[in-house]
C-alpha cells in the first residue's frame, strides 16, 4: 500500500498518521495549543492521508485531536484573511472522508466546533467523553456553516434541531448531543479508550468486502425510497456471496473458530 505519511502535504500537517497491523488508520490532528483548529495544511493533510493510502488495506479510519482539551475547534480565523469567493469554498475535505469507502469514526474529547465538527459530521460513527460540547457558531462570525454543518446536520438530528444549533451559534453537551442523535455515545472520560477500542476492533474484525458494501448501501441509499433502497441491499447481498470472506465467515461460523478476512 501508498504509505501516506509520505506525501508532502502530509509532512507539512500537523498531523499524526499511524496504521496499525489490524488496518486501522489513525488521524490525530496535532494542534493542542490551538484547539485542534484546522488551517490549510491540516486539512490539506488528512485529505492527502485519506487519497494515498489504499483503501482495499483499511479497515477503518479514526480521527481524533491532540490533547483533552478539543477534538477540534473549527476552523483558524486566519484562514479567513483575504480570502475570496471562489476559495472560501476551496475545502473538499469533508466529501473525502464522507466518501472514503470504509467506515470512519471521529473520537471526540472536548470542544467539536464549526469545521471540527462538520469533520465528524462527515464520519460514519462519532463517540465522544462525556465532557465534550457541540456547536456551529459560525453565525456569530456573520457566516454560515459551508461544509455540513446545515445539510448533514439537519439529517442527523432534524431541521428543528440543526436550525437551533445553526441560528443560535450556541453549544450542546455531550448528554444532549447523545439524546439528539448527534453522536452515538457519551461516556465518562476515564471509561472513554476502552469504549472507542470496543466500537473500532469490532469495526476492523469485520470483513473488508462487507463493510465496503455496507457503507455503499448506507449512502446511496440514504436519498432513496425504500423500494429502492431494499433492491441495493438485495443486489449486495447477492454480489457479497461470491466472495472468498464469505466463504470465510461461513466455514469459521461452522468450525466455531474466528474469521480470517483477507478484503476479497
Known amino acids: 500500500m501508498t504509505d501516506p505519511t509520505s506525501d508532502p502535504r502530509v ?4 498531523l499524526d498518521v499511524t496504521f496499525s497491523e489490524a488496518g486501522v488508520l489513525s488521524l490525530v490532528f496535532d494542534r493542542p495549543d490551538a484547539l485542534n483548529a484546522l488551517t ?41 484573511d483575504g480570502l475570496d469567493p471562489v476559495e472560501g469554498t476551496a475545502w473538499t475535505v469533508f466529501e473525502t472522508l464522507a466518501e472514503f469507502p470504509q467506515p470512519t469514526v471521529a473520537e471526540i474529547d472536548g470542544l467539536c466546533l464549526g469545521a471540527g465538527l462538520e469533520l465528524a459530521l462527515a464520519c460514519d460513527i462519532r463517540l465522544a467523553t462525556a465532557r465534550s ?26 431541521p428543528g434541531r440543526a436550525k437551533e444549533l445553526v441560528f443560535r451559534g450556541n453549544r450542546i453537551e455531550a ?17 472513554f479508550d476502552d469504549a472507542v ?15 465496503r458494501s455496507a ?14 433502497g431494499l433492491l441495493l441491499e438485495s443486489q ?12 470465510e465467515g461461513v466455514a469459521t461460523f461452522e468450525a466455531d473458530r474466528e474469521p480470517d478476512f483477507e478484503g476479497h
Open 133 to 158: 460540547s457541540f456547536g456551529q457558531p459560525e453565525i456569530r462570525l456573520g457566516f454560515v456553516p459551508g461544509g455540513g454543518g446545515i445539510s448533514r446536520l439537519q439529517r442527523l438530528v432534524g
Open 40 to 80: 490549510d495544511d491540516l486539512v490539506a493533510g488528512i485529505e492527502a492521508a485519506l487519497e494515498t493510502v489504499d483503501g482495499s488495506a483499511v479497515r477503518c479510519v479514526v480521527l481524533s485531536g491532540a490533547g483533552d482539551r478539543a477534538f477540534s475547534a473549527g476552523a483558524d480565523v486566519a484562514v479567513f
Open 175 to 191: 448528554e444532549t448531543a447523545a439524546r439528539w442523535g448527534l453522536v452515538n455515545r457519551a461516556v465518562p472520560a476515564d471509561e
Open 197 to 211: 477500542e470496543d466500537v473500532v476492533a469490532d469495526i476492523a474484525g469485520g470483513a473488508p468486502v462487507g463493510l
Open 11 to 14: 509532512e507539512r500537517a500537523p
Open 215 to 228: 457503507k455503499r448501501v448506507f449512502d446511496s441509499g440514504a436519498d432513496a425510497s425504500l423500494s429502492a
Open 236 to 247: 449486495a447481498f447477492g454480489l457479497l456471496l461470491t466472495t472468498d470472506d464469505v466463504a
